[in-house]
């Protein structure tokens, strides 16, 4: 330790802090977010454009901060390998599975509005002692999007009936939708996802050994459920009423959702 400090390389829990430095990768996308969003409030160029890089970027920022969320509770309750991988960078190319934690989700949000979770970051559970703290490494990634849900809708609230361009706060409106409906996708007790996650050291040994068997085939399990006509009626009945409750007027999103599919204007 005195020699890694003795070469400018002060240690956290063993781990260099170099490991805890926000990637350029992820500060771009920061970059981009909050030069969208400028763009979009005053309609640079094609507004529709605009919106979606605000909506995609800001949409990527909070994928990031999902999955961070996810490895420093892991770091903080003894699994030291997150750091190691890179995951406490926010590097979104880190990911053990970019192409479900990325470009999935995206697709999905283009397409169907709907804020697809990603599996992203490998968590040792074997490092980690105790069933409480499995339990809060699944729950902190749909808590990050249970507070952005809550910030952008405040700032819905607050700033729509202030003025400003209608294109804007359709854009947030459309990202306060989409981690609305991630953090009610995210909690949902499927095995493999984060809400099946957070129940899995809790079961008796048979149903934990069933659990981990339809584990890997989260995704699909997920995709069955919205397929059926009844369930995803259920579904988007509890989002669009949560979004009632929270005041988030669905027209808005609507419009942000029209906004992005650029290609269609």
């Known amino acids: 330790m005195a020699a890694d400090r003795a070469r400018g390389e002060p240690l956290v829990l063993g781990v260099p802090r170099l490991a805890f430095r926000p990637s350029p990768v992820f500060l771009a996308l920061v970059a981009l977010f909050v030069a969208s969003g400028v763009m979009t409030w005053h309609g640079f160029g094609s507004v529709r454009f605009d919106v979606f890089l605000f909506v995609v970027s800001g949409w990527l920022v909070s994928l990031c901060l999902h999955e961070y969320a996810h490895a420093v509770v892991a770091f903080r309750a003894g699994d030291r390998s997150v750091a190691h991988r890179g995951y406490l960078t926010l590097n979104p190319l880190k990911y053990s599975h970019p192409l479900l934690s990325i ?23 074997h490092a980690i002692p105790g069933r409480l703290r499995h339990t809060l490494v699944s729950l902190a990634g749909p808590a990050t999007n249970v507070l952005f849900t809550l910030v952008l809708v405040a700032a819905v609230r607050l700033g729509a009936s202030g003025g400003g361009p209608v294109e804007f706060w359709a854009a947030v409106a459309l990202l306060a939708f989409l981690q609305l409906t991630a953090s009610v996708l995210n909690l949902l007790p499927v095995p493999g996802l984060d809400g099946g996650n957070m129940i899995q050291p809790w079961l008796n040994p048979q149903w ?39 005041g988030l007027p669905p027209w808005l999103y609507a419009v942000g959702l029209d906004l992005i599919r650029f290609w269609q204007g």
């Open 103 to 125: 470009a999935l989700p995206v697709a999905v949000v283009l397409l169907g509005g709907i804020g697809l979770p990603g599996g992203a970051v490998w968590v040792d559970r």
């Open 208 to 246: 934990r050994r069933m659990y981990d068997l339809f584990a890997p085939y989260g995704f699909i399990l997920l995709f069955a459920l919205l397929w059926n006509p009844r369930i995803s009626g259920w579904f988007f009945g509890a989002v669009f009423a949560v979004g009632d409750l929270l």
